[in-house]
């Protein structure tokens, strides 16, 4: 889908007959392991570009998915990465951001080695809805 201004009012006909729209925020191809099997970790893969998305252009996704309406279409937003999502200084601010313009269901993706007591209860008190955590990733 397309971020466009125009195109964000529209109807649940319009979706998949009451299916409902998740999306899926690629917050940075920066990661803190190696896993071989990881396609991200091919040579010269395009996907590790080291790039994250910055606070501000977050923001402005948030703004455009706020936009679609109704409100209940929106059922899951998900920071997932090509790299790893804890990387992204902002996340706790990305997820209370998401919070407060969308309400819906939150999740993060993690390898879970950077998931300190503090960090879970900063994302805790931002709203997050669930936490998953990849265990094979964790021992390479
Ligand atoms: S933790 Fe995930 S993104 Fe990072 S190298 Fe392993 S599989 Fe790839």
Request: glycine residues 6%; charged residues 25%; hydrophobic residues 35%.
């Amino acid at each position: 889908m397309r971020f466009n201004e125009s195109e964000a009012d529209f109807s649940v006909e319009d979706y998949y007959m009451n299916e409902k729209l998740g999306f899926q925020i690629d917050l940075t191809s920066r990661c803190n392991l190696k896993c071989p099997f990881c396609v991200y970790n091919k040579e010269k893969s395009i996907y590790r570009s080291g790039r994250q998305l910055d606070f501000d252009t977050v923001k402005n996704i948030l703004n455009q998915i706020s936009n679609l309406k109704p409100k209940w279409l929106i059922e899951h937003i998900w920071y997932v990465g090509t790299g790893e999502t804890l990387l992204h200084k902002n996340l706790p601010e990305i997820i209370m951001e998401t919070a407060k313009k969308i309400g819906s269901f939150i999740g993060v993706v993690t390898n879970g080695t950077l998931l300190t007591k503090k960090m879970s209860e900063k994302l805790i008190k931002a709203d997050v809805t669930e936490i998953d955590m990849s265990y094979v990733g964790s021992y390479s």
